[in-house]
């Protein structure tokens, strides 16, 4: 394994205690001396370290006094409030023209797409992996990969599984492109037109697509912006509007970036096992918590196969592979056909690459590396959204992945025409209304922050405040 | 371009005079010295030439007189019966597991899958190719490509059709998961559950699955051997029966090898524009002709866009890269809409890598060289089936692709018997009800012709016909 900098080390310890809350606003940060001694290494180290910090806008120097934590103005930014419940709808994917096209131009600021930006990727090493892989498989490489998919891919993820709690052998794992197919895979599987499915509130508009376009209608459970959706509401949905199937993302939602807490988790699960309701995990996000351990997923509590775990490696590391899966319990022998029927299998290099760069350990290595520079920018963009926006503009605080939900006043413009008359400016957004199957949210919107801070996206946030306000 | 061997030239010139039949079984064929002549080669080539002629059981020599066309066999069966017409009926995709899992065990003869064996295929080139792509793509190549996916690509694909006659573009080219997905787009984007659906009759299975998954009917038209279904009963089932939408193979068809002459082509367009019904086409066989020019699809006969091609590498080229395409004609905005719901995007590094194999020529070369050996292993199929088949056998005789599909006489067991007999003694097959929304053909079955012909190929052959009887 290639170590850290010493100084990134020591920034990231007391980043740690900055974002967690140990060290508060104000409050002094250690001296040189104590983490020169602490970390036995020089002072100029910590030095170092103090300006990486400072450059982050977490600490400030005061002269002949040390560091203190700096108060930052996102600090006071309120969560968004949690929408009203509705009547459940089959969405509609009407919007979707507008996002597709801001994401074909490439002179448009990225904060639409939620995908990272190439260069937080490990694409030397993976692009190494790939041509290997090509020169390795020889003419075999072109044989169609039969069902369920690329078996060391379905083992390497397999065991990321089981060592999250999961009972999950290769066997269970079946590969897809992308987590969306997973997701369709796994509602053809388990509903039928016209069911209603419950999903968190706002939801990420692909999931409403497919519900759409598959004749389901949308149950939309109000989530907490920091612990998702109560399971007490869930469970009404399912005995009171006998929703037949739930699509959750229990770790870092998108949009919100809420974390289901374990208790919660194990609560969902035991009462979908009772009521024979089948849930749709997705955990497209769940490899990119800011500090700490990884989140167990839903899967990790499920005993009777009653979770259809839905993943991919497009969020967290290569958008351009579309390699997901789905690890679909009991549900297996029908989603394995329907894998058939929709597009018969995946491509097969591309398993292989990820394959390879699973078991190296360099996936872990790389998201080791990632979770902190996602951390500062997510940081950043909400600090950039505190200072530019007007009083009353609520914002998510998420604990991992890159995605920020900004609510703004109710005195700012409509977020659809926000979207359109940033478009013009070269900014591309997602509207609140695209995260609703009733239109609702419409004065929100989705940044992503998958991009490296930027003079360009702090002038874009400015400028997005001053088109909200107009 | 790396030129045939002389001997190869020659035989493949007898060869096609014999599958054309100017020269029929028992004629004799030009003398050593007037091929010599007329090829300006050594008598010896000439020789080497009927070597390979006697090889592949064309020709037999005489002494003293010469080599005269062989009396095969084949020559004998008779084509399939033309189905009865059926009321319309949603297919159901119960029989998909058994296909399956004959994919997945690599010791059974491989007689059901529609795949070309990886030794046919240029691997060494598209593996080298594939790593050149990865190594020069750098981060960029991590970027999920947008919609409507790899633009080289696109323009090569475009270019192919309008040296058809098809008023294509690259921007009207949709990159897809195999044809497959395309066809499901397709289908989504025209229909509505419920509607009725032209199809052909017998059909490929993996079209009856995908109607049966969305809700449709199919209008199962019953179709010739040689030259597929019938356009007046097409426009029956529009005009009385309420067909929204047609599927169809016009070229080398899946199963039967059915090849629609152009007049029909172009009076089945004209009939669907008229009638404003969208017809789906799939031509992933159309590159595979025996002989001469590869035929036009539909598409070159469509001035509405009231076409939606479809099709894919799969079949001539690459099975493992999943790569496919739709060009939707007029219901492009419906079709990339949905693209994007169902899989946001198709992988790049396969696209880019069979873009540059099209750029360089590399395709067009790879054709030529296996529509040859596709023939041959058609022709050595159909013989071994003569030989160890019943009188009473019909046979369908392709032009093109390399399926064949099997009528046994009715004191034949039945095709799922069949199926499930020779699955135990390693063999797979297809089925014929499979290609049926009704359970018909019953006494036939498919054979894919994709591997080099073998000894094991032809005792499996004899064991089937034992099964058959038995």
Known sequence: MRSRPLHQTIADHVARQISTGALRPGA?????????????????TVLHAFATLEALGLVE???QSGYYVRARASDALPAPTVPQPRTPAV?????????????????????????????????????????????????????????????????EIARRLARLGASVTAEDVVTTI??????????????????????ESPCYFGVLQLLGELGLRAIEVPADPALGPPVDRIEEAITRRQARACVLVPNFANPLGSL?????????????TAHDTPIIESDVYGELPFEGERPAPL???????IVLHCSSFSKSLAPSFRAGWICPGRFREAVEQRKFIYTVASPTVTQAAIAEFLVSGGYDRHLRAVRRRLRDQVMQTREAIAEHFPDGTRVSNPQGGFLLWVEMPHSAVDALDLQRRALREKISIVPGPMFSARNGFRHCFRLSCGHPWSDALESAIARLARLAAS
């Open 260 to 272: 289901m807490p374990v208790a919660h988790k194990r609560a969902l699960v035991e009462l979908c």
């Open 28 to 44: 002094r940060v250690q001296s040189v001396r104590q983490l020169s001694a602490r970390f036995a290494v020089s002072s100029n």
């Open 91 to 155: 969405p509609k994917a009407d919007r979707l023209p507008l996002f597709i096209q801001s994401m074909r131009d490439p002179s448009v600021v990225p904060l639409a797409a939620a995908t990272m930006a190439p260069e937080l990727l490990p694409a030397a090493r993976l692009n190494q992996l790939l041509a290997q892989a090509a020169r390795r498989s020889g003419a075999r490489g072109l044989r169609l990969d039969p069902l369920p998919g690329y078996a060391p891919l379905r083992r």
């Open 178 to 199: 992308g987590a969306i197919e997973a997701i369709h895979l796994a509602l053809r599987s388990v509903t039928r037109p016209g069911d209603a499915v419950v999903v």
């Open 61 to 63: 120097a005061r002269p």
């Open 299 to 305: 899967k990790a509590f499920d005993e009777a196969g």
